[in-house]
């Protein structure tokens, strides 16, 4: 079907601008008049914002949308979804409403485009939300995603740079998917490696939040299009550096394979051009070395908290399914960031 042909160009968080480009023009913005509501805004590089109403309530805001990564314009829409729902649970929040963002070629095939909002508007179900409305333009490509509120307490925020030498590191979703998917662009993917990643990209990260409000967190993000050194980067806050067990790390199996044979994302490459100066690799191959600059879609959630707590929390998500581990370790701060060690 022609239109489908256009459909998947290469998209995901593998569309993000880089890092290091959006930072340079955040920073020359004009700053908004000191709010003491505002409790987390864009100059934290934090996952969503944070608006205090009441000592009791907060809003958290987000959005996110980007174009397919995958053929299929219903599993699309699920991970499009999925993806930008991510960031409240991440925060600590609770979905509440949701908002589609679209773009789509007026001649393309209308049901195609009802078939990506089927998708969306099931995964907002599915966290627990109300799919309120939206906006659409016309576009030459094909884009979906959502602007997301949601709820949290205050006094509960997770944000990403709360973390404290001596905090063990969780990550609850395997790594890979955007090396898999560029695989399966060239028709190089196994049926097994595109399974495993759409089954993770379509996975919401609302009950890996839900087994975090048991446990002492003092810091989460999720990892998305800055890959996992990137947002470590960013948790880390130039307060404190990181020990990461290589060999923990889980990953799609073939997604090495794939990385060893250079089938890499441009994305990938600026996260390492980015954060690259900051991590010293000891006994890494390059292939997991580039699993961990790969940008996710709809990644996992990273967590940092006490070492006593973080076995329970590990059994208990793995427990549920999920392929959570033991990552690394945060440290006081030292001459590098980030050490990434295997044995």
């Given at each position: 079907m022609a239109d489908k042909i256009e459909f998947c160009k290469g998209g995901g968080c593998t569309a993000k601008l880089g890092a290091g480009v959006l930072l340079r023009v955040l920073e020359k913005l004009p700053k908004a008049p000191f709010d003491e509501a505002l409790l987390v805004g864009y100059d934290s590089r934090d996952d969503a914002a944070v608006y205090k109403i009441s000592e009791d309530m907060a809003f958290v805001?987000?959005?996110?949308?980007?174009?397919?990564?995958?053929e299929d314009p219903y599993?699309?829409?699920?991970?499009?979804?999925?993806?930008a729902l991510s960031d409240i649970y991440a925060m600590g929040g609770v979905v509440k409403t949701a908002l589609n963002i679209v773009c789509f070629p007026?001649?393309?095939?209308?049901?195609?485009?009802g078939e990506i909002m089927?998708?969306?508007?099931?995964?907002?179900?599915?966290?627990?939300?109300?799919?309120?409305?939206?906006?659409?333009?016309a576009d030459n490509d094909v884009k979906y995603g959502l602007s997301v509120m949601g709820t949290v307490d205050p006094r509960k925020i997770y944000k990403n740079n709360g973390g404290k030498s001596g905090d063990v590191l969780v990550l609850t979703k395997k790594l890979g998917v955007g090396i898999v998917c560029t695989?399966?662009?060239?028709?190089?993917?196994?049926?097994k490696a595109m399974s495993e990643a759409i089954d993770s990209m379509v996975t919401l990260n609302k009950y890996a939040a839900e087994i975090c409000r048991k446990y002492n967190v003092h810091a989460c993000t999720d990892v998305t299009g800055f890959s996992f050194l990137g947002h470590l980067h960013e948790m880390l806050d130039n307060r404190l550096s990181c020990l990461v067990f290589a060999d923990s790390i889980p990953y799609i199996s073939e997604a090495k394979n794939y990385a060893e044979e250079f089938l890499l994302t441009a994305a990938g490459q600026r996260n390492r051009n980015f954060v690259g100066e900051n991590v010293r690799f000891e006994n890494v191959s390059f292939a997991m070395e580039e699993i961990l600059f790969d940008p996710q879609t709809s990644g996992g959630l990273l967590i940092a908290l006490p070492e006593t707590e973080a076995e329970n929390m590990v059994s208990e998500m793995r427990s549920k399914n999920m392929p959570a581990q033991i990552v690394?370790?945060?440290?006081?701060?030292?001459?590098?960031?980030?050490i990434v060690k295997g044995e």
């Open positions: 805001q987000t959005l996110d949308f980007f174009p397919p990564m995958v599993t699309f829409g699920k991970i499009a979804a999925a993806n007026e001649n393309m095939d209308l049901n195609i485009l089927r998708g969306g508007s099931e995964k907002v179900i599915e966290a627990g939300g109300i799919l309120a409305g939206g906006h659409s333009i695989a399966n662009r060239v028709g190089e993917a196994s049926k690394g370790r945060f440290t006081e701060k030292s001459n590098t960031e980030i």
